[in-house]
Nanobody
């Protein structure tokens, strides 16, 4: 059974930092399938960052160099380090495992709230 367990969300002031973690169970060597999305109320879910390969990552334009995605294959865990957070970063952040043996998986979502 594949499960994605997220942690690290919370409330921070503008300019602060958070580190999100997504631990995947039931899989091995899959961090290059993983990424982060977010969704604000009334808005579509959008890509934040994705691991494409061992040396390639993709970021949304709004990241603007503030976030870093990384993974640890020994722990089957992907991280999103978020610095210089802005109020417009407020959203539910979701861990995603894409096309793993033909199936997509999502975490439960974790709330990130940035106050001004």
């Amino acid at each position: 059974q594949v499960q994605l367990v997220e942690s690290g969300g919370g409330l921070v002031q503008a300019g602060g930092s958070l580190r999100l973690s997504c631990a995947a169970s039931g899989i091995m060597f899959a961090i290059t399938h993983m990424g982060w999305y977010r969704q604000a109320p009334g808005k579509p879910r959008e890509l934040v960052a994705r691991i494409i390969s061992a040396d390639t990552v993709k970021y949304a334009d709004f990241v603007e160099g503030r976030f870093t995605i990384s993974g640890d294959n020994t722990k089957n865990t992907v991280y999103l380090q978020m610095n210089s957070l802005k109020p417009e970063d407020t959203a539910v952040y979701y861990c995603n495992l894409e096309k793993y043996f033909g199936r997509d998986y999502w975490g439960q979502g974790t709330q990130v709230t940035v106050s001004s």
